[in-house]
Nanobody
């Protein structure tokens, strides 16, 4: 059974940084594509960044140039380094794990998420 545990969120001022972590179990992590989503208040989850098992990472336009997704396969962990944070980055951040990126729309094993709040 897939289990994802997100951590690292917090309250920061605009311009600050946070590093989110997601530890996965119940999957072959090294063979999985991983992704980060954000759910802002009153909105649905939206893709922020994704990284395949091997290859190029991809980012939403709002994250490109400021966020970096990375993975540590021996630790079964994916990270999201967030720099130059803006108030519009506020939301609950969730990770996802799928056999390949094309299956992200089918993912439904969401963890508890981690809250990120950016003040102005």
């Amino acid at each position: 059974q897939v289990r994802l545990v997100e951590s690292g969120g917090g309250l920061v001022q605009a311009g600050g940084s946070l590093r989110l972590s997601c530890r996965a179990s119940g999957i072959i992590f090294s063979a999985s594509a991983m992704a980060w989503y954000r759910q802002a208040p009153g909105e649905q989850r939206r893709l922020v960044a994704a990284i395949p098992s091997a290859g190029r990472a991809r980012y939403a336009g709002s994250a490109e140039g400021r966020f970096t997704i990375s993975r540590d396969n021996p630790k079964n962990t994916v990270y999201l380094q967030m720099n130059s944070l803006k108030p519009e980055d506020t939301g609950v951040y969730y990770c996802a794990a799928v056999p390949h990126l094309g299956l992200l729309e089918n993912f439904d094993s969401w963890g508890q998420g981690t809250q990120v709040t950016v003040s102005s």
